[in-house]
């Protein structure tokens, strides 16, 4: 697992070994390595040398196949063996507590295995199945029904498009620590979103993520990457927003069965995304009294949920929120392992945006239409505004016109002016925000 660094030197001083050169990412010990050595070392031994130039039709290893089922014989032999020589040695110690005149040898082996069988009773209470005469089609139709289970449009995480930041290394030598770009953050959601819920020996191996927080303004793409994770992984979607709950399962009894029948079915029909959107709302300080949807009602429950999920459990919490800091920042740090920022885009992404949307739209781009000075204007403007731009202009009816009027840069000014853009003012509030976060978990620097 990496942990980005502050203030990172540049990649050439460290790569030439600087004095005043400055670690890069630091990488904890992976638990894949030690199944790559041994497959390396068993291909040290028996194939590296192994001579195949006569085995053009790659036929069978007679010696090979015989060397590893001899164990296998080898050991189911030597269990009948021990269970011979465990019935001999009973035997044994019959004839010879026969002989020595000793008995009552056998209660008090029985005593002591009861002490041992209500000394292990009392670990690990199991949870009461609240519904264990139900099958599972029952209660996904239940979900599906009272739409907690809900549907979500294809989308690939490619399609959450954006660049590298090339000025990163510049920014950084002139101790300036750059917000990461929109290509960060798809790496990001792939590597703990996707990859460990794809597979359950990954999941079980590599580090443990329970739950994620997306945070950014309007526009940015928080749902979809939320959706463009469950397409990814086929998972099924729980929405438990509090305006989709809001009236659902009433009481203290109802809030217990929903987040029971969302946790089985999640397990059993795994793996599962558990959605909460406007995340900040349940641990938000003064509820509002226009705000009827009782938003804190997960409050005290969600913690204690994502505590008890294990390895095994391939479910996920997911939440978004356009204003995190409008919550409690320490509530938010224990149900959120991991908070991801995603910043307005650069003017590398908004370059590559504007190019890709008006190609998919059915526009072309020609020597009139001035994409560089269209990136460096639109500075602020999220994807959001810049997909809703490209909408507006590009018209069933402009794109038949393209080929006697070809488009221009003026022509997308409009509608972008009529939108706010991201301010620094509010850019700075999630700095701010990501700041106590780190300060809340006591760790450093890990925009992931």
Known sequence: EAVYQPHLSSGINAEYGGDDAEEGFKFAPSTFIPGIDEASINYDDIWKNKDESENFPQKYDAELIKE???????????????????????????????????????????KKGKKKEKKGGKKGKKEKDLTPDRSIESLYEELVKEGILVQYPKVKVSDFMGEYSYLGTTLRQANIEPMPS?????????????????????????????????????????????NAICSELGANLMDLTAENICGKYPGKAGLTMLLHLVMKVGKLLQPTVVYIGNAEKTFIKKVPKNDMSDPKRLKKELPKIIKKMTAEDRIIFIGTSLTPWDGDVKG??????????????????????????????????????DLSSLAKISDGYTPGHIMSAVKHVLTERRVQQLLRKPLTATEFVTPLARVDPIYKEEEEQFKIFYDFYKAGLGTEDLFV
């Open 68 to 110: 590893l089922k001899r164990g296998e014989v080898e050991g189911e032999i030597r269990v009948q063996v021990d269970d011979l020589m465990r019935q001999e040695l009973k035997n044994l110690k019959a004839a010879l507590q026969k002989d020595s005149g000793k008995k009552g040898g056998k209660g008090s082996a029985k």
């Open 182 to 226: 929109l290509a960060d953050v798809r790496r990001v959601i792939t590597e703990y979103g996707i990859l460990p819920m794809g597979s359950q020996t990954v999941h079980e191996t590599a580090p443990f993520i329970k739950s994620l927080l997306i945070a950014g303004p309007h526009g940015t793409g928080k749902r979809m990457l939320v």
């Open 332 to 369: 938010i740090c224990q149900v959120y392992q991991k908070i991801i920022l995603i910043p307005r885009p650069d003017y590398a992404s908004r370059y590559l945006l504007f190019k890709e949307l008006i190609l998919r739209m059915g526009g072309r781009i020609s020597a009139t239409l």
